[in-house]
């Protein structure tokens, strides 16, 4: 295991926000609109690789996230997600792309891709992407998703986010 800090808390890419906030009715059919929710939680990351030239190395990283989804009508929903995100050439439109899989331990699953940039602190960074349901009360839900991730020099961290329930 790596520590963060030999290279930049935000050099491996971070994220993620579920979406599998199930108790919410986010159908945003029959002329309501789709329901927000927010995130907050922590990770714990590994990076791998870094290569290439020092100022545009090329990293990947694995973490796990433990979530906590508020959802429009007050609701929690407990949610673990394990993720995957590398650099990527040329650093454009996004420095990294992230992937995720969560599971809400009651049926709700989904996944989530997301673009991500550092943000002014290099522990820091920010996301925004698309989640997709994929079991449970999620299944065929979709939203649009936000993060912000902050890093720690032992690879821990927190994240908060948003998101807007799209279908």
């Known amino acids: 295991m790596r520590k963060i800090g030999m290279i930049s808390a935000a050099a491996f890419g971070a994220l993620i926000l579920s979406g599998t906030a199930q108790a919410d009715n986010h159908s945003g059919g029959g002329g309501e609109g789709p329901s927000i929710y927010s995130s907050t939680g922590t990770i714990k990351a590994d990076l791998i690789g870094g290569v290439g030239p020092k100022k545009n190395l090329y990293v990947g990283a694995t973490w796990s996230e433990e979530l906590k989804i508020k959802t429009a009508n007050g609701n929690m929903v407990s949610v673990k997600a394990q993720c995957v995100g590398m650099s990527q050439p040329e650093r454009r439109p996004f420095e990294r792309h992230v992937t995720c899989d969560m599971d809400d331990g009651d049926g709700g699953k989904g996944s989530v891709i997301m673009g991500c940039n550092p ?3 290099p522990a820091t960074m920010r996301c925004m992407g698309m989640f997709e349901g994929k079991g449970g009360s999620v299944d065929g839900h979709a ?8 890093f720690n020099e032992d690879g821990s961290g927190t994240v908060q986010g948003s998101g807007h329930w799209i279908r």
């Open 143 to 150: 939203s649009l998703v936000t993060a912000f991730y902050k």
């Open 119 to 121: 943000d002014i602190d």
